[in-house]
């Protein structure tokens, strides 16, 4: 069964319950594509894959296209409302459980970026990484290391 997709084009176009059933692709190299669509021939070129964010850039037929990618389970998770938007910051690290701050990786005015880790909290005998939920600064580190924590106190404000 051709799994369905929907898909965003230069932000102006929707498309909903986009297939695969129909389309043939032919790959010239790793970049270049042969298309055959319901009887009609393209040529499109891979500019850009963002696997991550499931976006792509083509240049199909000569016309650059940027096209976000929505499979099922991304609907669903928007008919929920359960979506981090594009951009959205979270000012305030606070922490998840109480526990034992065991070490401190960064300092007041440092720059982090998503993933980097933050500090190590201890809780129920187990070490919790704590790490940058998106790119920013480092505001404040109100904590210090080996202090005792509460369930929702400041761990480490952002920028």
């Given amino acids: 069964m051709p799994k369905k997709y929907s898909a965003r084009v230069n932000d102006d176009f929707q498309f909903d319950d986009l297939s ?71 000012k305030d690290i606070k922490a998840p459980m109480p526990g034992l701050v065991l070490d401190i990786m960064v300092e007041a005015g440092q720059a982090v970026s998503t993933g980097d880790p933050l500090l190590i909290l201890e809780a129920m005998k187990m070490e919790n990484v704590i790490k940058a939920p998106g790119d920013g600064v480092i505001k404040e580190v109100p904590v210090q290391k080996g202090a005792a924590v509460d369930k929702g106190q400041l761990l480490v404000g952002l920028e």
């Avoid at 790793?30 to 696997?51: M, T």
């Avoid at 991550?52 to 099922?72: C, E, F, H």
């Fill in 20 to 90: 695969t059933s129909g389309l043939d692709v032919i790959s010239i190299d790793a970049k270049h594509f042969h298309l055959l669509k319901d009887g009609k021939s393209y040529q499109a070129e891979l500019i850009q894959l963002n696997p991550l964010q499931k976006a792509v850039t083509l240049k199909i037929n000569g016309s650059t296209y940027q096209v976000k990618l929505q499979d099922k389970y991304d609907r669903l998770i928007q008919k929920m409302g359960l979506q981090v938007k594009a951009g959205q910051q979270l």
